[in-house]
């Protein structure tokens, strides 16, 4: 089945740039999603297909997708976006999402 | 909009089986397909299976095969999942979803199932 691999965790000074990458073969050829999740809480849609955003999501956050890695920018960090971050792609083989390991986001 | 409403958190023994419900409200219940997503502590989002609402039609997820049983009651807006011989490491955070086109844009608050004896 197919693997998407986040680095374990990333940290960031507040107002900086954070960035997210997921790793896949030839994911730039996939539609990538990605998620926040907050403690005991359920995951929450920040970026689809690439790079749209929900209208609830600031334009702080973004996305990117080519050849092997897709990339989740957060501009002009804050303490509240501490969380962990998610990439999910669909495995039409299988029928079904395909998460990320996930990547915890410490604002310092 | 959809709303997804979970059954309280469980606590099993080993080898025990556990029924976690999913009940859908503000959007007609047929035409999703619910998604069961877990989360083991400190782990990442791990697909189980999905159930279609319309049909009954279930897609499990290999590594769950002969231990996870779907179904729905379309009368009561609800779909079930029930996964038996709970091991430790089936303790998990359990969430239900409904995907939009590839995407999982609605989620329930999440079931906590403890294994422990």
């Known amino acids: 089945s197919y693997v998407l691999t986040q680095p374990p965790s990333v940290s960031v000074a507040p107002g900086q740039t954070a960035t997210i990458t997921c790793g896949g073969n030839n994911i730039g050829s996939k539609s990538v999603h990605w998620y926040q999740q907050k403690p005991g809480q359920a995951p929450v849609l920040v970026v689809y297909?690439?790079?749209d955003r929900p209208s609830r999501i600031p334009e702080r956050f973004s996305g990117s997708n080519s050849g092997n890695t897709a990339t989740l920018a957060i501009n002009k960090v804050e303490a509240g976006d501490e969380a962990d971050y998610s990439c999910q792609v669909w495995d039409p083989s299988s029928d079904h999402g395909v998460f990320g390991g996930g990547t915890k986001l410490t604002v310092l | 909009q959809l709303q997804l409403v979970q059954s309280g958190a469980e606590v099993k023994k080993p080898g025990a089986s556990v029924k976690v419900s999913c009940k859908a409200s503000g959007y007609p219940f047929p035409g999703h397909h619910i998604h069961w997503v877990r989360q083991a502590p400190g782990q990442g989002l791990e697909f189980v299976g999905w159930i279609s609402s319309n049909t009954g039609g279930t897609n499990y997820a290999q590594q769950f095969q002969g231990r996870v049983t779907m179904t729905r009651d379309t009368t009561l807006s609800t779909t079930y999942m029930e996964l038996s011989r709970l091991r430790s490491d089936d303790t998990a955070l359990y969430f239900c979803a409904s995907v939009v086109g590839t995407t999982y844009d609605y989620w329930g608050q999440g079931t906590l199932v403890t294994v422990s004896s």
């Open positions: 297909d690439d790079s």
